[in-house]
């Protein structure tokens, strides 16, 4: 990890992974690959990372926040927004009620164990996006749920990520 702070020697130290997975399950690691590409399809790129980023925050994943939080600056996102989104809730008026459907149905599907998916969410999700958009959503959402599982089990290392990096 590289920083601009005066005492980077006084930071923790970075882990190491518990297990490099895409090298010891290539063909899971290319299913899931096939899996990003084919769930973004016909969907707003700012809105995925926006997504990718809520459900990372939601699953404690810190090297795809690091990740997704670079993609969307290096999409135009701002710096702001990336900010409120974790109380997005609070800060409605930094997004749209496209976006906020969104947020709501990422969470809802993030965190199932909270009463599954309530119809009001899914609901409202439906009036803002058409079917086939809203069915990309829901693959995307459950997408980076699946990435973040990886990520946290195995340990990946937040900070070295460089936006593109891996298309």
């Not at 995925?48 to 999409?75: G, P, W, Y």
């Not at 829901?138 to 990520?151: H, K, L, Q």
Request: glycine share 4%; proline share 4%.
């Amino acid at each position: 990890m590289t920083t601009t702070h005066e005492h980077a020697d006084a930071y923790a130290p970075e882990h190491t992974p518990r297990l490099g997975w895409a090298k010891h399950a290539p063909d899971v690691y290319k299913a899931m690959a096939g899996l990003e590409i084919a769930s973004k399809k016909g969907l707003d790129p700012v809105l995925v990372e926006l997504v990718k980023i809520r459900a990372s925050q939601l699953n404690h994943c810190a090297f795809c926040l690091d990740m997704h939080t670079k993609d969307a600056l290096a999409a135009g996102e701002t710096v702001e927004r990336i900010i409120q989104l974790s109380a997005w809730e609070e800060s409605r008026h930094f997004y749209t009620e496209k976006e906020a459907a969104a947020m709501a149905l990422t969470e809802a599907v993030t965190v199932l164990t909270d009463g599954f998916v309530p119809d009001e969410v899914f609901e409202n999700a439906a009036k803002h996006f058409e079917e086939k958009e809203l069915t990309q959503l829901i693959a995307a959402i459950v997408t980076i749920n699946a990435w973040n599982r990886f990520a946290v089990t195995t340990r990946m290392v937040p900070g070295h990520y460089k936006p593109g990096m891996f298309k």
